[in-house]
């Protein structure tokens, strides 16, 4: 019980729970999530593929099961499991994920269309030639080697990387408190940028895009940002791209035409993107467009019907661009893990200079081994050709002595490794012919061994070097190969294209009858307003107005709500129509009050029937959804009753006790919602009607014999709330300036 009791130490709960999550954030972040600036890898991928290599399964030998090379991850360097190995996996063999596949499947391994690899026993795989140069060196001590997680064995802390691996292929990842997301660039890019830096040490970040010039993702799509926001991204190491989908108009004849969509945005599953189109379709979200279609094969082909030949196809793509996945955002996060472990967000000339830093590093390391080998070897060529010269009384001592080594070393000034090379040595090996190869194996490897020195003691020599290392690999990996042309376009900036119902909608004259009882009809052509026009038995007009079929038809109802309607969506024919409230949602016991075509630009005066009112303008009135827009605020039993529009700079107002005031329209505030300021000031009545008219034309009025207009407007002219004074002669007995 003592021992026990010994074992158990008082700690604080919060500085344990501290202590240990911070343990696991930093776990996440440095042996899962983030990956190495150097060689753009994580742990896993890492493992992976020296796994594979250990496996001899390179480009020219056969394949063997993912299952085999998964067992090995997981038994002797990966400590998870074997689904997050295997899904590793599946991602660096899949041609639409990464840029440069470092994995060359055999098998299903998952498609475009979101479909997932099959599993693990039915696919084999090896290693592509892409991945074998970043692992070239690994025999040569280019890196360091570290134990594996259970001490049996070693694995590399870091790839040789002769590839620009973490550019190219990009990375994702998600740790604690951060995350990365690196987009995939084009190789032969990525050296010209290399190349650059090499020549031009301090090269800022914008010399370095003028040469990587953005993303080149293996999807394609075409990025419609502007150079400056691409080099603000790099600059910062964060940022987004837009990507936008590839698409051509091919002409069907006779003025048809249908839009094929032949790459999409980077990340974008196929099948997705598409049922989210279908599902706008039958959401009538999309009036532009008729049917889509996925034609698709190897390649990517997705079929766009319009709605007709009259819809312009660029309009109908911005329309799909803002609603679909066919436009996305790719949210660049640069946050990777330096050559100390450390984890920060890096810019790109940052991770250029940290990526030439390590080729450096690995430069000399190869150079120093292969100095010691070469001195080794000279070691033990000198004492074969010491051996040669003084053949007879080395096979004297071999033959005569118990203990020829310590003979031979004392005798000859041999080293150990040169006295046991001799002793080692076949009898074949003493004809003439092998001397001379020895000799001249010896000047060239001490040639070599000069020209190592030279390049170890020569910083200079050594970038020239690294260089040509470089070159080397994008003659390999470049734009002259077909896995290195570049995939991903470039185009300037969209500029905001409005979707107008023109577009849809053949545009021509109608006349948009309402009745009093609520029914709403169209009537091809402008009908002479003054008409009769025939109604239900008890119904009668309420009011007729001319529009285009592309305009929108305003209505202000008695509760100071305003409806939106577009005129070629309101029902045609010889008919009564069918009633308002099947396209709005007009509550009961409220009625329209106003209707009229919508004018861009256009202000109104709003006003109810005890006088109070405001100016709107435009934008204000238009309701985006059949429940309407609320802007005007009513007392108990008070209606809004008029909107009339500003076209004079004088206002004219009349109440049932027949005083008329007329003052000018800027005393009227303008307001975006409420009930506004008195116009009129009343006792016992309400306002019968308001005019607004230009000062040096007159305000008019029906009269007897027809329409009288007054210009005189001394005896009503006066300030906003006043009561005003008595309508001139003759003026309608209905107190309205042109209703009967």
């Known amino acids: 019980m003592p021992e026990t009791e010994l074992k158990i130490k008082d700690v604080a709960l919060k500085e344990e729970l501290s202590k240990r999550y911070l343990s696991y954030a930093m776990s996440t972040i440095v042996a899962r999530s983030l990956p190495d600036v150097r060689d753009g890898l994580k742990p896993v991928h890492r493992r992976l593929l020296f796994a594979m290599r250990q496996l001899h399964l390179d480009p020219k030998t056969g394949y063997k099961k993912c299952a085999r090379v998964v067992g090995d991850v997981i038994g002797k360097y990966h400590p998870h499991g074997d689904v997050g190995v295997y899904g590793a996996m599946v991602r660096l063999a899949q041609d639409f994920s990464v840029r440069y596949p470092l994995v060359d499947g055999q098998g299903n391994f998952g498609n475009i269309d979101g479909d997932g690899a099959a599993a693990m026993r039915y696919t084999e795989a090896r290693l592509t030639d892409f991945a074998m140069a970043l692992m070239e060196g690994l025999a040569d001590d280019a890196v360091d080697f570290v134990d594996t997680y259970d001490g049996e064995e070693q694995e590399p802390a870091v790839m040789p990387a002769a590839v620009p691996n973490l550019l190219c292929n990009g990375s994702t990842g998600i740790a604690v408190g951060m995350a990365t997301n690196i987009p995939t660039h084009n190789l032969s890019e990525v050296c010209d940028a290399l190349l650059y830096l090499i020549e031009n040490r301090q090269a800022t970040d914008e010399a370095l895009v003028s040469r990587i010039k953005g993303p080149d993702f293996p999807t394609g799509g075409v990025i419609v940002d502007s150079f400056e926001n691409i080099v603000n991204t790099y600059k910062q190491g964060k940022g987004s791209f837009r990507i936008r989908a590839k698409w051509q108009k091919e002409d069907l004849g006779h003025g048809t035409y249908q839009i094929v969509v032949s790459e999409i945005p980077y990340g974008v599953v196929k099948s997705k993107l598409i049922e989210k189109i279908a599902e706008l379709l039958n959401d009538k979200k999309l009036p532009l467009l008729a049917d889509v279609r996925d034609e698709s094969a190897e390649d990517i082909r997705i079929v766009l019907e319009p709605k ?129 190869e020895i000799k001249a194996e010896y000047e060239s490897l001490s040639d070599e061994k000069t020209s190592l020195e030279a390049l170890l003691g020569d910083e200079s020599k050594r970038w020239i070097a690294l260089s040509n290392e470089i070159k080397q690999t994008k003659e390999r990996f470049g734009k002259k190969t077909a896995l290195g042309r570049r995939k991903t376009e470039f185009a300037s900036a969209p500029k905001d294209v409005e979707i107008t119902i023109e577009a849809l909608v053949e545009k021509e004259p109608v006349t948009v009858i309402l009745s009093q009882k609520g029914w709403i009809r169209m009537v091809k052509g402008y009908v002479n307003l003054s008409d009769e026009f025939k109604f239900k038995d008890d119904d009668g007009l309420l009011k007729a107005i001319h529009a285009q079929t592309t305009d929108k038809i305003v209505l202000l109802d008695t509760s100071g709500k305003f409806f939106t309607l577009q005129a070629s969506d309101i029902p045609s024919g010889r008919g009564f129509g069918q009633p308002l409230r099947l396209m709005v949602d007009l509550a009961n016991g409220d009625n329209i009050a106003e209707m009229f075509v919508f004018e861009p630009g256009a202000s109104y005066v709003l006003a109810s029937n005890t006088g109070h009112g405001f100016v709107v303008d435009e934008n204000h009135i238009i309701a985006q959804t059949r429940i309407g827009r609320k802007i005007m605020n009513l007392a108990e039993g008070e209606k809004a009753m008029f909107c009339k529009k500003i076209v004079g700079d004088m206002v004219a107002v009349v109440g049932q006790n027949r005083k008329l005031l007329i003052f000018k329209v800027y005393e009227i505030p303008t307001m975006a919602r409420g009930r506004g300021v008195k116009l009129q000031k009343y006792k016992d009545c309400e306002m019968t009607d308001i005019q607004i008219f230009d000062s040096n034309v007159g305000f008019s009025y029906n009269r007897s014999g027809g329409v009288a207009v007054e210009k005189n407007l001394m005896g009503w002219l006066s300030h906003r709330a006043q009561a005003g004074k008595l309508v001139p002669f003759g003026f309608p007995k209905t107190n309205t300036f042109f209703k009967e």
Do not use: C, W
């Not at 309009?315 to 100390?340: C, H, R």
């Not at 070897?377 to 000198?382: A, F, G, H, T, V």
């Not at 010269?389 to 080395?394: A, C, P, R, S």
């Not at 000034?413 to 092998?434: F, H, W």
């Open 308 to 436: 007709n030949r009259l819809v312009d196809a660029d309009m109908l793509m911005e329309l799909l661009f803002k609603e679909t996945e066919l436009e996305s955002k790719f949210n660049m996060n640069m946050n990777v893990l330096d050559s100390d472990g450390v984890p920060r967000v890096m810019s790109l000339s940052e991770v250029l200079s940290s990526y030439l830093a390590h080729r450096h590093e690995v430069l000399k390391r190869r150079t120093n081994h292969r100095l010691s080998k070469i001195l080794a070897r000279l070691e033990i060529l000198s004492g074969y050709l010491i051996a040669f010269l003084n053949l007879d009384e080395i096979i004297r001592i071999i033959r005569e002595e118990d203990e020829p080594k310590p003979v031979m070393m004392q005798k000859f000034a041999l080293s150990d490794n040169q006295s046991e090379a001799i002793l080692n040595m076949k009898l074949k090996s003493l004809r003439k012919l092998e001397e001379s």
